[in-house]
């Protein structure tokens, strides 16, 4: 059975970094992470496709986000950078084993078969 381990996360003042990872126990396609702040609808701010490379953001954390991926330990990494406090929220990893057009395409609306428990990201100002 495929689990996805979290790791990393806590709190930070505006303007700070922090790591997320996500260990995955089986084979994996598309790994990226999504982040539910209170009273919002979970959004998605980055995905990668593990095979091939391609990589994917949306205009909220462009730039100050950075997914990447150690093969050898099937993890991925989410390094959040200039940290906002409209960043706070609960940040999960998701995977899926299927193949998509894009990580653009899976991150919006692909499926997300496997989720990791959470981690809590809080940025104060």
């Known amino acids: 059975q495929v689990q996805l381990v979290e790791s990393g996360g806590g709190s930070v003042q505006a303007g700070g970094s922090l790591r997320l990872s996500c260990a995955a126990s089986g084979v994996t396609s598309y790994m990226g992470w999504f982040r539910q702040a209170p009273g919002k609808e979970r959004e998605g701010v980055a995905a990668i496709y593990t095979a091939g490379g391609d990589k994917y953001y949306p205009g909220a954390v462009e730039g100050r986000f950075i997914i990447s991926q150690d093969n050898a330990k099937n993890t991925v990494h989410l390094q959040m950078n200039n940290l906002k406090p409209e960043d706070t929220a609960m940040y999960y990893c998701?995977?899926?084993?299927?193949?998509?057009?894009?990580?653009?395409?899976?991150?919006?609306?692909?499926?997300?078969?496997?989720w990791g428990q959470g981690t809590q990201v809080t940025v104060s100002s």
């Open positions: 998701a995977m899926d084993q299927s193949i998509y057009r894009s990580a653009a395409w899976w991150l919006d609306y692909g499926r997300k078969s496997y």
